[in-house]
């Protein structure tokens, strides 16, 4: 098969942004004088609320007046409520949530069907005395006369009281919801530990000096406990104030049984978690490894990291290691490690530089930055684990790592500045994705933005055991297909317990999923149990979307190890329960690793998106090989401040279900979920399975064409895209695919939070048949990848082309300045078809054409 290089477009033409039209209906609501009787006695227990507040703030030594963080959940959406809530004197603005599963109840209802759950928003304020007798007052007038007139700029205080489901205080169940905290601390206390650490997130407030007022009394409560604050930190660019404080363990059983201790109905505290939890649970012993083949060493890299890798400290005189890797290690975390310890960042510098090593794959040109965030050590349950230390807020620490790879740190000079992509393959278990961007999450979009560089993230492993509604006795005799089905109904039921883990919600950010895949040889084993009949699919492992706004998450997929399973001993249950298990030996992909005595040669085999990230970052650094060869033609200008968008771009484009989609509709598309099933099944598939080589050239019937721009709020580009003649009125089969990529800055107490939306509309006559993911998912993040079919005849003339439009609109906030994107374009036929496709369209792509489009648009 005959490759081509990529195609660049020329410079696009400027254009008005195009007009988007949607919107849901709006839900019915209730009358006011409903609405006005059931919300009279929440204000009440807001009153109440307060007065404990004063009681436990009297005689305070800071002199902090009562004050009280109110969530108000509406059912559809208020305009201009921000604007309404800052008119009100001693009302503090702290953030906005959207809620898409609220109840129907109380009048609220959908208009045509009245038991479908609603939209709304969830609103928080914080709130003091003064203030909320204002709320009050505005309230009692409104439920005196709805339609009474309030002064300039409280009308959306109106609108709030006629849609309002819920207002109350953000209370002791808010801060520890789904956070595992009392779970972990309790865990602590059982194995013995006499300190317990924990994580508090306070809410941020605007003003410098109310920020430090919240610290010293947190303190003081910490302090009255026993315990000290260890760290804080503050980044007022995503809204975070963290504090990471420890108390003695025999506290703990007090403040689980009574709750009502002052250090959880602290006012200031949005959320209290447990810590430790950034970590990766390490099989001991080493003994289940293979010693690598005696034969040379291909080449060492050259030049200036492009990648960089943020994990354990790998074995770096490892022999596939060995000159490949410039570690950074300012925080000395090398002390802390034993050779044999090093275990996750060898295998995951391993696959960044050599790939599945049963695939026999090259090294890349280039070697890879490591700075070390994990160190090893005994976890509280004995077990050995390579993490965070629980010292160090994760915060923090990516932000420092970030900040002294492209700025320096201590008057030294950047220490990698040339990075355009970032691994990041650790998740924290304890914050699975629940309605709210992490702060985690927060900071790599922010610093995405702000330094123009590609996160590449794991979506997070579940190794929940999987009940099957099968009976007990029949897994054994269940035909491949069947066990296949039986597997994916059962993790698609229990997706509530297998969502993405922090910070894999990243809207700027790559999310890596893993596929049921790699080129392993497994010995026959009849306790083994293959989970699907086929290769592709999601690993039963891997973490489920959608994210934040039903965003599609993870992006893509690639290959992480095969995960078999073991029917769970001494299961009494009637179904069938299968369990996940460890081990070094196939099924996996094979890595790097050190032996139990030293030994630099040795390898294992491991699974996870753990793997499926890294070898995504590996794909980054050979297109950004293609795109360095790219430059050096005669014509093309693709200027590196592009590069971080470019590789968002390609790594996505190759994407596509294939027959996971089919598999999965077989199995899970029913008369509830069928109107939406493409949107739903979304969640498990994102844009599919990512097929990286394939974008990396072009061939005789596959041509691909890319190009960059940038804009700014209400603006357009408009690429050409020629069409070849020889596709004119034949019926072959012939894709289409379009994926539009950028990095947005961000808005951390809106809910909108994506401050830039670009789009594009992918409607054509040629290929007019959508794919894959759902029209409406595609526009919630900063990808929008297109699969299209078609296979009529569409008669066409020469000089006829398809107008592709980018547009640009401020979405969560005033865009700062002109956001960069990258587009990515493939029209190809099957293999074997002679129809020229790349020659064709590459000769009709410099010559200028109108940029109305004569064809199919």
Known sequence: MARHPLLVFPEPARAEKAKRHGGGRPPRIPDAQRQAGRLAPQFQRLY??????????????????????????????????????????????????ELDEIAPDHGFEDEKDPEKQLNGQLFLVMTDQRALQELQSLFNRWRRNPEAKFRRGFAPWKQAFVHLHTIRPWDVQDRIRETGLFEDWQARVQHGQQIVPFEAELWFRGNADRRQQAEAFLRSLIGALGGQVVQQCVIPDIAYHGVLGRIPADKVSE?????????????????????????????????ETEALEEKDQPNLPQGEPVVALFDGLPLTRHRLLDGRLMIDDPDGYESAYQAKERVHGTAMASLICHGDLRESAGPLRAPVYVRPIMQPHRGFDGEFIEGIPEGILPVDLIHRAVRRLREGEGGEPPAAPNVRVINLSVCDRSRPFDRAMSSWARLLDWLSWKYNVLFVVSAGNHLHDIELNVPRADLRSLAAEEREKAVIAATAADTRHRRLLSPAETFNGLTLGATHADASTPASNPNMVD??????????????GPGYRRAIKPDIFLPGGRQFLFEKPGNTDTNAVLQTTYSNRPPGQCVATPGASGELDRTLYTRGTSNSAALASRGAAFLYDVLSDLRMQPGVNLPSVYDAVLLKTFLVHGAGWADAGIVYESILRNTKNSPMFTDYVGRFLGYGLADIAKVMACTDQRVTILGVGELEDGEGHEFVFPLPPSLSAVTHKRRLTITLAWLSPVNCTRQNYRIAHLWFNPKNDLAPDRTCADHDAVQRGTVQHEVLEGGKAVDFQEGDTIIIKVNCRADGGDIPEAVRYGLAVTLEVAEGIDIP???????????RVPTRGAGPR
């Not at 496709?837 to 010559?847: A, M, P, S, T």
């Open 48 to 97: 109440q609320a307060m007065d404990r507040q004063r009681i436990v703030l009297q005689d305070n030594s800071l002199g902090l007046q009562p004050e009280q963080a109110l969530v108000l959940e509406t059912v559809g959406p208020i305009q201009n409520f921000i604007k309404a809530v800052k008119r009100v004197q001693g009302l503090e603005w702290l953030g906005e949530f």
């Open 531 to 544: 989970p699907f009949a086929r290769g592709g699919l999601p690993s039963t492992i891997s973490a489920h």
């Open 837 to 847: 496709i790349y020659q064709e369209v590459k000769d009709r792509l410099r010559i």
């Open 255 to 287: 403040i689980v049984a009574q709750r009502e201790v002052r250090l959880l109905q602290c006012e200031d505290i949005m959320h209290l978690r447990p810590v430790g939890q950034c970590a990766i649970r390490v099989a001991e012993g080493l003994l």
